[in-house]
């Protein structure tokens, strides 16, 4: 009896997963508990084991694709083993399926749906009518609308070309990474006029040499999707404060030694996350998500670190119970997710269930930013690059390191007002930083 490879729910909240890689083709011999494919979930990669001896027969979910947890993604068993029918639930048929089902004479129950979680769709359908052809000799019993001698109607005709594109995975990045040449307005060379008598010519612009189209990874799609999912869920409003880290730069200067004396590297964002966690303790309604029901006020604080993974992207490590940490623990934790988010060795739990998320894009020289919510959380704060600035304190001039702060935050749960409460918060705990 063949063996069902199911796609595994890998956390308490994770929910999908999409296959990076299949590390072994159709018709390949495969042991128990030998690596079959890895998937990724939120970002984090995982490596599939085998749940049983034999040969792959089918793979049904391709590289790229995601699928739900419990989704059959391949079959396993004996050399030239019959794969088993769907089971009798069918699960979300599209009306153009159905219509294309009937037309056709096919049995649904016989096709193997290769769509999100093991969806029929219009590809499976003609897939499986080939196949039939094939084995008839080529020829196959006409649909009713042709014995009959009609055309298709233009309406099925839209609605066809509408669910093909809905079925056909995007292939291509929005975003290619080639460099335009522009073309000068004149042959003359830079600070020389053109010869007289000399025709002026338009000169095109010049274009990339070649264009270019860049793979999308999961890590890359499953940030795009969350991006698109979180403008579109809430209401992004940002608000900016300036800081003034004197305080903070000077305490770290204190004590950065003594950290690295017991293996711990201090550095700023401890600080940032300690503020944001004192100002979410006075202000428990920015911890908090949008739900139907009404605003979901979450009772610990886990705070979400966004960080980069370079060329490949971002991920969100979780801080859990930040709220019971010491600047000492939260640099610890900083450390520790972060280098083992770069070594690509988070598990799936540690990238679930934040309630808020720090992105400290200051690292990169940036100085003030709009982020994009990490759903379903009420807000987001920025940290800009710290900079030594003139300004004016008390009707003197004086040079103090300084940072943008931006919240961008979710306007159905949080007014302007409450969120400048909020962020003026967190300026006032690093302006006048001590460890509690």
């Not at 049995?107 to 590809?123: A, F, H, M, P, Y």
């Not at 007289?196 to 999961?218: I, N, R, T």
């Not at 698109?228 to 300036?242: F, G, I, N, Y």
């Not at 003030?368 to 600035?389: E, S, Y």
Request: glycine share 8%.
């Amino acid at each position: 009896m063949p063996i069902k490879v199911i796609m595994p729910q890998l956390g308490e909240s994770v929910v999908e997963g999409t296959v990076t890689r299949w590390l072994h083709q159709e018709g390949e011999l495969i042991h128990e508990f030998e690596t079959l494919l890895e998937i990724n979930t939120d970002k984090v990669d995982t490596e599939i084991p085998s749940p049983g001896n034999g040969t792959l027969l089918k793979i049904l979910v391709p590289e790229g694709e995601t699928v739900r947890a419990g989704t059959v993604i391949a079959w396993i068993g004996q050399h030239g083993e019959n794969i088993p029918g769907r089971d009798s639930d069918l699960g979300f048929i599209s009306p153009i399926v159905a219509r294309l089902a009937r037309e056709k004479n096919v049995e649904l129950s016989q096709v193997i749906g290769t769509g999100s979680g093991g969806r029929i769709t219009k590809k499976d359908i003609l897939d499986y009518l080939e196949a039939a052809a094939k084995g008839n000799g080529g020829e196959m019993e006409p649909a009713p609308a042709q014995q009959a001698g009609r055309e298709q109607a233009p309406v099925e005709q839209v609605e066809n070309e509408v669910q093909e594109a809905w079925e056909t995975p995007v292939e291509g990045d929005l975003f290619k990474p080639t460099e335009l040449i522009f073309g000068r307005p004149s042959p003359a060379k830079a600070g020389e006029k053109a010869p007289s008598g000399e025709e002026k010519k338009d000169v095109p612009l010049a274009g990339p040499a070649q264009e270019q189209v860049v793979p999308l990874s999961a890590v890359r799609r499953a940030i795009a999707g969350h991006m698109v999912r979180s403008v579109q869920t809430s209401p992004h409003v940002t608000t900016v404060m300036e800081a003034d880290l004197s305080q903070v730069v000077a305490h770290r200067a204190a004590h950065e030694e003594a950290y690295a004396r017991r293996g711990v590297r201090l550095t700023y964002t401890p600080y940032f996350i300690a503020a944001a966690v004192e100002a979410l303790k006075a202000y428990p309604i920015v911890n908090s998500s949008w739900s139907e029901a009404g605003i979901q006020v979450h009772p610990t604080i886990h705070i979400g670190m966004a960080t980069s993974l370079g060329e490949e992207g971002l991920i969100v490590p979780v801080i859990k119970g930040a709220d019971n940490l010491s600047l000492s623990g939260l640099a610890r934790a900083v450390n520790d997710l972060a280098e083992r988010a770069r070594s690509h060795r988070l598990a799936p739990d540690e990238v679930q269930d934040g309630t808020f998320t720090i992105t400290n894009h200051g690292v990169s020289g940036s100085l003030f930013a709009t982020p994009i919510i990490n759903q379903p959380q009420c807000a987001i704060l920025g940290i800009g690059a710290i900079q030594k600035r003139v300004v004016v304190i008390q009707d003197a001039i004086a040079i103090r390191p300084m940072a943008y702060l931006s919240l961008a935050f979710d306007h159905r749960i949080l007014d302007g007002a409450s969120a400048d409460i909020f962020l003026a918060k967190v300026v006032e705990i690093l302006q006048n930083w001590q460890e509690g």
